[in-house]
């Protein structure tokens, strides 16, 4: 087969809404990148609020997140993909226009309340969108392919808001956020108009209280999310105490934290393929193990830097881990969610979220009264997730 055949082979592996869906994802996360990681520096420097405030103001998001999930992900499967996905697309941008607008700590509460909202919805309806079009044995590529998608905007975004920052002033990223949000809702509306959805509904109209027995009754859901639930809490230190730590501990400690940002991506896009082609060899727990371990010893490292080399060599670390972690975390979800809830799994998995609300106020606290042991605290807990992974993989075994 010659390149051109290649090529198209590889763009016909997908149905063309799913790839459209994909580069979409490149653009608005990229867009996304260029503010909310940032957000915790832009409430420290422009609106001089204090580290614990700085971590319930992001921490509210991932509340939000928690329960939207469970509404978002029920809702998404009875009344369908598209006016969900439309609908949130729309109040999202208008949230990212209220952080460049606003300048009161407690309307920035309430922001990043609708952004984790906003997040809860949208991503469940989205997967779910792409799982409709997408054959089953072609869903564990999806996921990867989804994870490289996010981490090419990982790559582009940190860059941008830097520089657009610099050029003109910090605000003006989260208006170029809130246009992309905006032309990207536009162009979905011809897109899910162009093509008939697909979605499987359940023979049975599920009530709200049936959901809520679902995520009661599944002990291998349960599981699966009390550790994400501790994962999470530790990987939000990523967005909420390590700036602030970088920013403390170094000279231009911005820009060190959008290399670091910049790093992490570039490390994933490097070594995604290989490591994933290895972890098809090993059991998903001793997979979990490999990346609950570098994420330990990353953060350690973190704790223990002092200058730029060290910080990105913790961060080349830490994100060893996060690859090997964090897609098998969306696909044991997948793989055990029945055909007729794939959303509604994908929402009830938010619940794991409650781990990144508790961590950016349980790291801003740490951060105060014990800055130079925080990061050893926040790696024995990531460690203590594989307890509950283990006893979920055991249960499907």
Known sequence: ?????????KLTYFHPLVWSILFGTIFTRAASFMTLPF???????????????????????????????????????????????????FVWSGVFFGFALFNSIPVFIVLSSLNGLCRSFFEPASQALMIDFTEKEKRRRLFS???????????????????????????????????????????????LNHFEMRQQLARERQTLFQMFKVVGTDTKLLLLIAGGMLINLGYSQYDSTLPQFVNLSIEDGVELFSVLLVTN???VLLLQLPISIYSEKISMLKCLVIGMCFFAAGFVLFNMATNWPFFIGAMVIFTIGEIFAFPMM???????????QKATYLGASQLKNIGGFIGPVFGGWLLIHFQGEIYFVIAVLMLASLIFYKKALAKSS
Request: cysteine-free.
């Open 265 to 267: 991506a570039a490390v």
């Open 330 to 340: 969306n696909a044991m979800i997948e793989e055990i969610a029945p055909d007729t």
């Open 39 to 89: 957000l915790a520096l832009y409430l420290q420097r422009e609106l001089h609020a204090s580290p614990l405030m700085i971590g319930i103001t992001l921490g509210v998001a991932q509340l939000f997140a928690t329960f939207g999930g469970l509404f978002g992900g029920f809702l998404t499967d009875k009344v369908g993909r598209k006016l969900v996905i439309l609908f949130t697309i």
């Open 1 to 9: 087969m010659d390149d051109r055949g290649g090529i198209l082979k």
């Open 145 to 191: 392919v989804r994870y490289t998608a996010i981490n090419v905007a990982g790559v582009i975004g940190p860059v941008l808001g830097v520089w657009i920052s610099n050029l003109s002033s910090p605000s003006m990223p989260f208006i170029i956020t809130g246009s992309i949000y905006a032309t990207y809702g536009i162009i979905l509306i011809f897109l």
